[in-house]
């Protein structure tokens, strides 16, 4: 039973967040998970004006992800952080190379969690859920979102990320916020409840 996690990140929060998934999917007895990298498409003098060429050295060991990684799982996490509202430009381009996979319909019925994060509260971590959700649905995917039942949601005690869209986290203007204990639970939660899913579908 293979969940593959994949992230684009850019300073790191995403990453936290995917890993926190990771730890959510491995409770799950026969899942074998793995963490990869949407491969970068930004120019390098551009990466080094935004800060970004120091922070990426963190996961620069992490495999590049690929088609392969998309077909071959059972259960899916994504982790994308909001540009504008939506998907990363990264991530885009990645899901515009699998053409081939909707044309033979290999995404159809595969179970897929989605993750995000953004500078400020209101910035469209919810419109990059659901816009990239209404995507996978093209491939036929079933999104598995965060339920109630993950009750970190309901309190109004702190600012937080996580919606029944995904989980997700505050990054901070200058992405000085770090994924609070909460968000990485709702990571967490999602997670584990991706890979319970996909067990439940999986015919192996
Ligand atoms: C080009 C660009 C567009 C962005 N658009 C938004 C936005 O619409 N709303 C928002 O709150 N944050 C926005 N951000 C901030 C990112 O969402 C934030 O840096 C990111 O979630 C941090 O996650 P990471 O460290 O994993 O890259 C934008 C950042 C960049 C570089």
Redesign the pocket.
């Known amino acids: 039973m293979k969940v593959n996690i994949l992230?684009?990140?850019?300073?790191?929060?995403?990453?936290?967040?995917v890993k926190a998934a990771k730890e959510g999917a491995d409770k799950v007895t026969g899942v074998e998970s793995r963490i990869l990298r949407i491969p970068e498409t930004l120019p390098e003098n551009i990466l080094e004006a935004?800060g970004?060429l120091e922070?990426q050295k963190q996961f620069a060991d992490i495999p590049e992800a690929t088609m392969d990684d998309l077909a071959e799982a059972d259960g899916l996490i994504l982790?994308i952080?909001?540009?504008?509202?939506?998907m990363?430009?990264q991530w885009a381009n990645f899901l515009d190379q699998s053409g081939q996979l909707w044309l033979k319909g290999t995404l159809i019925d595969k179970p897929v969690a989605l993750m995000?994060?953004?500078?400020?509260?209101?910035?469209?971590?919810e419109s990059?859920l659901i816009s990239t959700a209404a995507s996978l649905m093209h491939h036929g995917m079933l999104v598995v979102g965060l339920p109630y039942s993950y009750q970190g949601q309901m309190g109004v005690d702190e600012i937080t990320g996580g919606s029944p869209y995904g989980a997700s986290?505050?990054?901070g203007?200058q992405?000085e916020r770090l994924p609070s204990e909460r968000e990485l639970e709702g990571a967490r939660f999602q997670g584990e409840r991706l890979a319970m899913i996909a067990s439940r579908l999986s015919t192996k």
């Open positions: 992230f684009y990140s850019m300073y790191g929060h995403m990453f936290q967040m935004m970004a922070a982790g952080p909001t540009r504008y509202g939506r990363s430009a995000s994060s953004s500078a400020t509260q209101h910035g469209g971590q990059t986290t505050i990054t203007g992405g």
